[in-house]
């Protein structure tokens, strides 16, 4: 839990860096223009937030990552001494799902755990900067981007239903796989195996449409993440130039604004990408307790 946390501080420092380059970009603009020697300065301090971000941000992956291989070591252990009391004939056939595809899910979903809280405020801060910058106006391309939370909610439960559905096919292939390497001299003796090997490629060909559906939801969630932030930039600075005329579309408004959308863009792309691993978890921490509490 205190790792946790401080690796919540670790990417609470990235995001302040983040959003302290725009400010700064804004002094260097001004600088240039109206000819002062202080712009060094600031280019300077924009490259130490920069590595202060960078090392903050690569230690806190690197302490979630520690946290999700151990979590993940954890899980594998707890499955197999529940196994180990159990007969051969009452092991279920997930068995081998839940040791390596449930168990690798909930590593997935740790590395990126901190957007949840950090990309509200990184909008929410980024907001209030717009509008201190362009007028109340350019926040329509910010109301463009949070169009992206109740798609992205959308998306997420389309796409666990569709992992929930998807892993019964998966489990039943995965258990005539296990029975066909457990019985191999039996077939082979007997001449079964080409029966089993088609069996098993019919359960795969029933699986692939549930593949492709998740797929499909994946590439729409990408897809919307990346779009809707390009449009949300172009909408904002034409709306704070169309709602006031006397505001000059010039270098030290159009870089910061660009700079401010670039911050929070990738928060969002990844917070796609977090809410798809948190839901295919949530599936994967629902099967590991129903086998752990039997």
Known sequence: RWRLLGSGVLYALYCATQLLQ???LRRIVLAVEQGRPDGAWYAVAIGVAGVLGSLA???QLFINYTLGSELRSLTVALVYRTALTLREAEAPPTLANLLTNDAQKL???LPLIHLFWATPCMILIAA????DLAGWAALSGMALLLCLVPANLWLVGQLKAARAAHLPRSDARVARCVELVRSARALKFNGWDQAFEDGILTLRKSELPYIQTELRLFSYLMTMTVALPQLATALALAAAVLARPDLPLTAALAFPALSLFSVTRFPIMFFGELSG???QASVALRRLTRFLDG
């Open 57 to 59: 941000k690569e230690q």
């Open 277 to 279: 691993q948190l839901a």
């Open 107 to 109: 590593l997935d979903a």
């Open 128 to 131: 209030i900067m717009l509008v």
């Open 22 to 24: 725009p400010v700064l």
